[in-house]
């Protein structure tokens, strides 16, 4: 009996304390997230980006001309394609692909520069027996990798905003 009072005192002092212990999560988003209409976007060498990349950054932000944007993102892309696995007869069974973005916020008010930062993001495919196989798996991994720098790249704006 009086181990049990025990054992229920500790589970209720550990349950209490984990309650209490103030994590919140930094990279969540939440209810209070950040309004994506009021994010200007400006892709810094547009010409060097692939189709997929400018894509998925239209995407992410959508444009509406009639809010004011309180806030530009210069965002600087660079695509790294690299061979992972090759075979013995020297082809290349597997290429990993790296998103790397440059990112600036600013106040558009101010021209206050708010946030300077980097992401990186990686992906992978195999090489298939078809190039078009091929050039259509790297297209999708590419957009992908972007899709997560930018999901990334949202977060930490949203925590360091907050």
Do not use: W
Not at 104 to 110: H, M, W
Request: net charge negative; glycine share 2%.
């Amino acid at each position: 009996m009086f181990h049990n009072i025990i054992r229920i005192s500790l589970l209720i002092s550990l349950f209490s304390y984990l309650v209490s212990c103030g994590f919140k999560p930094m990279y969540k988003f939440s209810e209070n997230s950040i309004d994506l209409n009021s994010y200007s976007i400006n892709i810094i060498n547009v010409s060097n980006a692939s189709r997929e990349i400018k894509e998925e950054i239209i995407k992410s932000f959508p444009s509406s001309s009639e809010t004011k944007k309180d806030y530009v993102i210069d965002i600087e892309v660079f695509e790294n394609s690299d061979p992972l696995i090759t075979n013995t007869d020297g082809t290349i069974s597997k290429y990993g692909i790296e998103i790397i973005m440059y990112y600036k916020v600013k106040d558009t008010n101010t021209n206050k520069l708010l946030i300077d930062d980097i992401i990186r993001s990686f992906s992978q495919y195999t090489v298939e027996t078809s190039e078009i196989e091929t050039e259509d798996k790297k297209k999708r991994m590419i957009r992908t990798a972007t899709s997560s720098a930018i999901q990334m790249m949202i977060s930490k704006i949203q925590s360091d905003t907050s």
